[in-house]
DNA sequence: TATGAATGAGACTTCATTCAT
DNA sequence: AATGAATGAAGTCTCATTCAT
């Protein structure tokens, strides 16, 4: 390995365990009861290392977002880029994965699900462009389906978008809560719920 | 007015007040970024004067959240009952109001759709009993439906209510930031969505 | 006392005992090496309420420049102006009282022989008025000799101000340093030197 | 070049550039203000490369001094051992050359002006002994002048270096600031001022 | 009951210094 | 000798809460 890359690593690996750090410190406590130096020691590192590589603790969280946001949206392309499916199988897909990743991801699914809204609002100038990304690919598919005639065509795709969004995040945060149980069985109703809103008839 | 109630009213007045200042400040700013004695002088009131109603800080976010809860449900209730309609019916109105109410106290929306989570989650010992209540409502809508065969039965009450409620919350964020056009059409829609989905076929 | 009085004076006195701690701490060491809480802990007060008086730690100097330079400005006035001497008499008043003054308030003394020059240089959007106007009565004296045809009239006054403020600032710097032996003789010696320098031949 | 000799004079090299850089960056932001960090990427060096040069900030600071101080004092010894003319001539030139030297290097200028004072009260154990060398240059001058009868005898030379010094360094501290006009006639009166003060009658 | 000045614990952040490379 | 990423001690300032009036 080149002198470069292995400097590059390693300042990526520490960037990276901070993120981590920060991530589980945010889940369990929310961003404004965790400490700086409570996620410098969950990334193991000193206080002021994180100050290497975050302006402070606001860009910490929004570059969290952004990380983690591209990292849920690549992932959910090129499952849908495999698909051989129709619309309702996409959107079931859809469900189905964001329930996925909340299990694989808990900590993920606590931090997007709590403090996604805060820093949408108090934080004025991020736009939190990844998560309009994300709305984005929810729109597309119900706009090939208007195209395609099987959707029906008096629905706003983008509040559609809101909708699923919403939707799935509030049940999620109950999911995480709970012990998670039944999860199969309310990906199905939750998917249900919406494509059989959505059906032309 | 007998004196005892008299000073009561005066009481509840100044508690009332305080209420409306934390309101309409955390809404601005939301929780963390509001300061108590912004609250104060908002309501007109000197600092100390807010821990003679509340216990401390968080105690008054929770006693906000109990006495607009319990405002907002007693209006849904009250409306409901004299509702003739049948639970598709009853099912619009609900989200009608939702979104009527949002636009009437774009404060309170605010609030509840920013704050909700947070204090759900970081402030352990409180169960929200009051957004249990709303859920219920939800829920009993869609019994009453399976009862009478309208509703498909293979909808779990309970994860409906929270994937409505969610829905709307997340559609509300997006209405109170942008100017509030076309509610009514939005409303529509999202009512749409949902009875088509729970709909027996 | 009026009750009014008697909350000013209160606040007052807060506010000079936090200023007296600032001397205090600032002439023993210096403006960077104090601590607020040092300057808090002399003054008898809390860290916090510092910064009920002054905006921050800045601030707090500046606030110690305007104070003292304007009582040390109304005694130098105030001396002056009962003076039936010429201006030589007058300048010789001055360069006493400054050594007097020094002797007083050994604190003050050292604050500003030692603190003056760097907030003048780096706190660029301060003036220092109060010492501009320390060094206008020197150049009033001068001007007026001059007028009298007792003062060379090649010396700028504005000049002379600075060259005299200079030296005694530094001798000052020596007797605070040393235990402050001869400081009338130094007086009559200083004094000499500038007066000899400026009498019309 | 012997390569002893060549390894000395590149650390003398980057030594002397670390110097040039702290000069540049104190008389900028002050001792207190400028990072090492600034320093170093003024010096074009790594900030840890001048650890190896100077034991801390501190010592930075002291050696700077030492390193000025003392190419002002062989300037001003060489010039003054040339000169030919009386002490008075002497004092002129010493006025003479203080400005120039604050007009060709004004960053040493604003320096020596701003810190001295400050390093001299609070880095106790430092003496500073060549500031000491330049005043014991000016009461040189006047102890001849006493000796040979041309200044008057009532005046401690000592005192009078400290005068001297403090009037030419106030002086200056203006005209560093303001755009250096009529430096020429300025110097004049100085030098006049004191060399009328001094001449015995 | 009401006030608001005072408190002081504690957070964020900086930056001189170190040390593995 | 040189680097510069990493460290962590320490300082400024904030703000929820208290309490004398």
């Known amino acids: 390995m080149a002198q470069v890359e292995k400097v590059q690593k390693s300042q990526n690996d520490k960037r990276q365990r901070i993120l ?3 991530l589980k410190a945010f889940a369990r406590k929310g ?22 590589y975050f302006k402070n603790k606001d860009d910490l969280l929004i570059s969290l977002f952004e990380d983690r946001m591209e990292w849920v949206i690549e992932r959910l392309e090129t499952e849908l880029a ?12 859809v469900v189905d994965m964001h329930f996925k990743l909340a299990l694989e991801e808990p900590d993920l699914a606590e931090f997007i699900t709590v403090e996604l809204r805060q820093s949408a ?17 929810l729109e597309r598919i119900v706009e090939v389906g208007q195209e395609q005639g099987v959707i ?13 969004f919403g939707a799935l995040d509030e049940v999620l945060l109950t999911l995480t809560f709970s012990k ?15 494509i059989e809103g959505l059906r032309a008839r």
């Open 31 to 52: 961003f404004y009861n965790t400490k700086v130096s409570e996620i410098a020691s969950e990334a193991g590192v000193a206080d002021g290392t994180i100050y290497l």
């Open 180 to 194: 998670n149980h039944q999860v199969e069985e309310k990906t199905r109703q939750v998917a249900d719920l919406f």
């Open 20 to 22: 981590e750090g920060a």
């Open 82 to 93: 495999d698909s051989p499916g129709d619309v309702f199988e996409k959107l079931r897909q």
């Open 152 to 164: 029906r065509k008096d629905i706003d795709p983008r509040l559609f978008g809101r909708a699923l």
């Open 121 to 137: 609002k108090f934080m004025k100038e991020y736009k939190n462009p990844r998560f309009l990304d994300y709305l984005r690919i």
